[in-house]
């Protein structure tokens, strides 16, 4: 199952790539460009298994771990954990 945690590290990886080290919380909203997305929907795919064309991710520019996480428990139930 895929937590919240995972999601943050995710992106958090992603993110650092085009901007150095960077530090999120799950709340913070981050931007989020077409890059970014690209290789955050790769890396969802190759860790995860989890398929999202990047055609069909309707996402905000800027968003929050805690939005990533809840619209994958969302999409895949089965896949990604709850936040309690």
């Not at 064309?53 to 991710?57: D, G, K, M, S, T």
């Given at each position: 199952m895929i937590t919240v945690e995972d999601v943050k590290g995710l992106m958090t990886e992603c993110l650092s790539m085009s901007d150095?080290?960077?530090e999120i919380d799950l709340d913070s909203p981050?931007?989020?460009?077409s890059f970014t997305l690209?290789?955050?929907?790769?890396?969802?795919?190759?860790?995860h298994g989890i398929v999202i064309?990047?055609?069909?991710?309707d996402f905000p520019s800027t968003m929050t771990v805690?939005?990533?996480h809840g619209y994958?428990?969302?999409?895949?139930?089965?896949?990604v954990s709850v936040e309690r």
């Open positions: 150095g080290l960077v981050v931007v989020i460009d690209v290789w955050i929907l790769h890396l969802m795919e190759e860790r064309a990047p055609e069909q991710a805690r939005e990533f994958l428990a969302a999409t895949f139930p089965d896949r």
